[in-house]
Nanobody, 122 residues
Framework: VQLQAFGGGLVQARDSLRVSCAAS????????MGWFRQAPGKEREFVAA????????ILADSVKGRFGISRDSTKNTVYLQMNSLKPEDTAVYYC????????????????WGQGTQVTVSS
């Protein structure tokens, strides 16, 4: 499966932004789509995941109440809606695919795209 994340940008604190992830290739083998982020000097961390069926989703505690994840199976696209953004949300956001049910660790995913930069100014 090939993934391409896009939609990042420079926003101010408390703004909203939606990033997208377009999937192509062997999508049929994918059960879960996930979002991760990596800030400079830090390890990549889990943000959110959703099953392609849309029936289940999970969010990291650090973004609960502010972020939401959704998917459009007709467009093979997954979205991460980010509200009330904070400077600490600044990172490169990556999407990835998994054949497992809602994994929250990097190792459960494949097909990492190039990521999209999200910068939140204070």
């Amino acid at each position: 499966v090939q993934l391409q994340a896009f939609g990042g940008g420079l926003v101010q604190a408390r703004d909203s932004l939606r990033v997208s992830c377009a999937a192509s290739g062997r999508i049929s083998s994918t059960i879960t789509m996930g979002w991760f982020r990596q800030a400079p000097g830090k390890e990549r961390e889990f943000v959110a995941a959703i099953t392609w069926s849309g029936g289940s989703a999970i969010l990291a505690d650090s973004v609960k109440g502010r972020f939401g994840i959704s998917r459009d199976s007709t467009k093979n696209t997954v979205y991460l809606q980010m509200n009330s953004l904070k400077p600490e949300d600044t990172a490169v956001y990556y999407c990835a695919a998994s054949k497992f049910f809602l994994p929250v660790v990097n190792g459960g995913y494949v097909g990492w795209g190039q990521g999209t930069q999200v910068t939140v100014s204070s």
